[in-house]
């Protein structure tokens, strides 16, 4: 266990659906990111943020909405999506955003299925 | 362009053998990252070399950085079954914050 969780674990949606996943980190870190796991392809980065506040939004479509309540939580809510967008999408955490200095911490993943 | 591009894409071994990984980059780095996937799940810090650093070792791993080169690599010695994976450098870009950019992986599988 690497002290990040994420729910749930497998999601199949089609593609009228609203349907959000959730990520809860127990490290006490100060920084939490949303990535994307497609076949045959690198991990994308998605979403940054720090101290609850977004740094960093990778050119993603507006059908994925980011929150971050507080330090301990980060949600990614998902709407009118794509059969392409169905991939694992991994949480990550780490201590601090700045200058990568920090290794991360990830979630098992939700695999995330578009019918 | 692509940063942190692993080499080979996929490696076969018997156990008790060593494994290479190997990884470029394009930009100047504050540091690298090797992380590892088991299928389908999520991934595992293996180390973190800093740009000023020229080897570290952690149990069984050995990674070296080559800035000059804009190179590492990751070696296992003495593999295990357990050790079969996907494996990943990530770099740290200087100047870009906290984001780590990963590569396409090494699927590495061990045969008992």
């Known amino acids: 266990e690497t002290g990040v969780t994420q729910t749930p674990r497998h999601l199949v949606m089609g593609m009228t659906n609203k349907k959000s996943l959730k990520c809860e980190q127990h490290?006490?870190?100060?920084?939490m990111y949303w990535y994307k796991q497609s076949a045959k392809k690198p991990l994308e980065l998605m979403f940054v943020?720090?101290?609850?506040?977004?740094?960093e939004n990778n050119s993603v479509p507006s059908r994925f909405s980011p929150e971050c309540p507080n330090s301990s939580h980060l949600f990614l809510h998902l709407h009118t999506l794509q059969p392409e967008d169905s991939a694992l999408y991994l949480c990550a955490s780490s201590q601090d955003s700045a200058g990568g200095a920090y290794e991360q911490y990830f979630g098992p993943g939700t695999r995330l299925t578009v019918t | 362009s692509q940063q942190g591009e692993e080499d080979p894409q996929a490696l076969s071994i018997q156990e008790g053998e060593n494994a290479t990984m190997n990884c470029s980059y394009k930009?100047?780095?504050?540091?690298l990252q090797w992380y590892r996937q088991n299928s389908g799940r999520g991934l595992v810090h293996l180390i973190l070399i800093r740009s000023n650093e020229r080897e570290k070792h952690s149990g069984r791993l050995r990674v070296t950085l080559d800035t000059s080169k804009k190179s590492s690599s990751l070696l296992i010695t003495a593999s295990r079954a357990a050790d079969t994976a996907s494996y990943f450098c990530?770099?740290?870009?200087?100047?870009?914050?906290?984001?780590?950019?990963f590569g396409q992986g090494t699927e590495l599988s061990v045969k008992p």
């Open positions: 943020y720090s101290l609850e506040e977004r740094v």
């Open positions: 990530a770099t740290a870009p200087y100047n870009q914050g906290g984001k780590l950019i």
């Open positions: 490290l006490g870190h100060n920084a």
């Open positions: 930009t100047s780095i504050n540091n």
